[in-house]
C-alpha cells in the first residue's frame, strides 16, 4: 500500500547505503512499517505490517 503524509519523524537509513542509492524505515500509525526512497523523502511511502516486514527482512537475511 502506498500512503501520503505519512506522518513519521523518524526515518533509519542502513548504514550499508551507498551512493544514495537506499531506502529509509519509519513507524507509522498504527505500527505500520513505512519505507520510503531516501533520493526521494517527499514522494510515495509504502506501508506494510510488522508481520510482512519481520518476513521480508528474514528473507533478506537468510538470502
Known amino acids: 500500500m502506498?500512503?501520503?503524509?505519512?506522518?513519521c519523524r523518524d526515518w533509519r537509513?542502513?548504514?550499508?547505503?551507498?551512493?544514495g542509492n537506499c531506502?529509509?524505515?519509519g513507524v507509522g500509525a498504527g505500527?505500520?512499517?513505512?519505507?520510503r526512497d531516501t533520493k526521494n523523502?517527499?514522494?510515495a511511502v509504502v506501508?506494510?505490517?510488522r508481520v510482512a516486514w519481520n518476513d521480508f527482512v528474514r528473507?533478506?537475511?537468510?538470502?
Open 13 to 19: 537509513k542502513s548504514s550499508y547505503s551507498v551512493n
Open 31 to 35: 505500527a505500520q512499517v513505512l519505507v
Open 47 to 49: 506501508a506494510c505490517g
Open 23 to 25: 531506502v529509509a524505515v
Open 59 to 63: 528473507s533478506i537475511k537468510a538470502g
Open 2 to 7: 502506498s500512503v501520503t503524509g505519512s506522518g
Open 41 to 43: 523523502p517527499r514522494g
